[in-house]
């Protein structure tokens, strides 16, 4: 979700420049963003309530929300907010991605392969192929209930498994 997010920067920007949103709405977004990608939540999740604060009803706010929440573990509030988004925006190919690998984190996993067969149709619509071939990936080869893709909470657990000697 976090590589969706940092490329969707550039969507953010786009609408600075077409009068959608301010520079200051843009520059909590994008501060969130930076934050999430480098695994600092707290600080990711206050500069994006910020960002909805600015401006509640665009749908970005909550795609960037729900990133954070899922790459934190804190999938009930990240389902929330990739839910708003799609409420503001039904077509809205990310944020139905992001909710498909917060639901498989979540360990339900026929809501998450719907998910993400909504978001392979989306993007194929839009023609982003490379987009859809990594939803159709996810479908394919799932990813682990619970297991998150966090590369600092996986060197932990796998630092933890090798503390206890690979032993639980």
């Known amino acids: 979700i976090c590589k969706i997010a940092k490329k969707n920067n550039l969507k953010i920007i786009e609408d ?11 520059q909590y977004l994008c501060k969130g963003i930076y934050y999430t ?14 960002a909805e604060r600015l401006d509640p009803g665009y749908k970005w706010n ?5 990133t954070a929440y899922s790459a934190s ?4 509030a990240a389902i929330e ?7 503001f925006d039904a077509d809205f190919a990310e944020a139905y991605a992001g909710l ?3 639901l498989t984190f979540s360990g339900l996993i026929p809501e998450a392969e719907e998910n993400f067969k909504k978001a392979e149709a989306l993007f194929l619509e839009r023609g982003e192929v490379q987009s859809a071939h990594f939803v159709s990936r996810m479908l394919q080869t ?3 209930p619970a297991a998150g893709y966090s590369e600092k909470a996986a060197s932990e657990e796998v630092a933890a498994e090798n503390a206890s000697g690979g032993e639980e």
């Open 16 to 26: 600075v420049n077409a009068g959608k949103i301010t520079r200051e709405h843009a």
């Open 37 to 50: 990608v480098r695994e600092q939540f707290p600080p990711a999740i206050n500069e994006l309530q910020t």
């Open 62 to 66: 909550y795609f960037c929300l729900g």
């Open 73 to 76: 573990r804190r999938f009930e």
């Open 81 to 87: 907010n990739f839910q708003k988004a799609i409420m």
């Open 100 to 102: 498909g690998i917060t």
């Open 142 to 144: 799932g990813i682990e």
